[in-house]
């Protein structure tokens, strides 16, 4: 598994998912749906703020400390932060659409699920 996701990939990720737009948070590249945040670059460059459930942060945060962590300015906020040198691309890619199915409108997700067969 090759790790490791520089930021050109992420926007690449992110914006590829329905309603996101780029703009800036803190003066920094961010991603948003309808407005609403669900990640943003850090300061350092190397960091990615990623608005997430804080049941999946606990988790993440645990199975992959490495990876995964949070400063005391979001212990009360649901994002977990990303270290962009050392993730999965892959699993960055689910990340994010978990970020965009936790801050998307239910009308945008409503309109975006897969069909099933009837």
């Known amino acids: 598994m090759a790790k490791g996701v520089a930021f050109a990939a992420v926007r690449k990720l992110a914006l590829f998912l329905p309603g996101v737009e780029e703009g800036t948070s803190y003066g920094t590249p961010a991603f948003k749906v309808r407005g609403k945040l669900i990640a943003r670059l850090r300061e ?8 997430v459930p804080f049941d999946l942060r ?23 932060l990303v270290r ?5 691309r892959a699993h960055l890619r689910d990340l994010l659409e978990e970020a965009w199915r936790f801050s998307a409108p239910k009308t945008l997700l409503a309109a975006h699920e897969p069909r099933k067969p009837g």
């Not at 350092?44 to 608005?51: A, I, M, Q």
Request: a negative charge; zero cysteines; proline letters at 8%.
């Open 84 to 88: 962009l040198p050392v993730v999965d």
């Open 44 to 51: 350092d460059g190397e960091t990615l703020v990623l608005k």
């Open 58 to 80: 606990d988790f993440l945060m645990s199975a992959d400390p490495a990876t995964f962590y949070i400063t005391d300015h979001y212990r009360g906020y649901p994002a977990v």
